[in-house]
């Protein structure tokens, strides 16, 4: 069984920057996808970023796109969530989460039911 654990949540001025990981269980041949999710207070829990980690592809919802960054380190056992220009509507429960192999990617890379393995999640506040 798989259990992925987040860490790097915390508290953070908007405009303030904060770095989220989560471990792979993988390495740089694994054909999994990475997502990150978050949910916050009374809304759906939305994908945010996804990263193919044997090409490093990466997909970005339009809320984070330019701000937020997947990546991986170098053996490809930890994935990170480098998110950037906070703002307090950022605010939510931020989720790791792990594909089967063999991930399609693409439009499914942000959808929920591509995902098999999740973490408990970490939370994020941005205050104004």
């Known amino acids: 069984q798989v259990q992925l654990v987040e860490s790097g949540g915390g508290s953070v001025m908007a405009g303030g920057s904060l770095r989220l990981s989560c471990p792979t269980f993988?390495?740089?041949?694994?054909?999994?996808?990475m997502g990150w999710f978050r949910q916050a207070p009374g809304k759906e829990r939305e994908g945010i970023a996804s990263i193919y980690i044997y090409s490093e592809y990466t997909w970005y919802s339009d809320s984070v796109k330019g701000r937020f960054t997947v990546s991986l380190n170098n053996a490809g056992d930890t994935v990170f969530l480098q998110m950037n220009s906070l703002k307090p509507e950022d605010t939510a429960m931020y989720y790791c989460?792990?594909?089967?192999?063999?991930?399609?990617?693409?439009?499914?890379?942000?959808?929920?039911?591509?995902?098999?393995?999740w973490g408990q999640g970490t939370q994020v506040t941005v205050s104004s």
């Open positions: 989460a792990a594909t089967a192999p063999h991930c399609s990617g693409g439009y499914r890379a942000l959808l929920e039911g591509a995902y098999i393995y």
């Open positions: 993988g390495n740089k041949d694994s054909t999994n996808c």
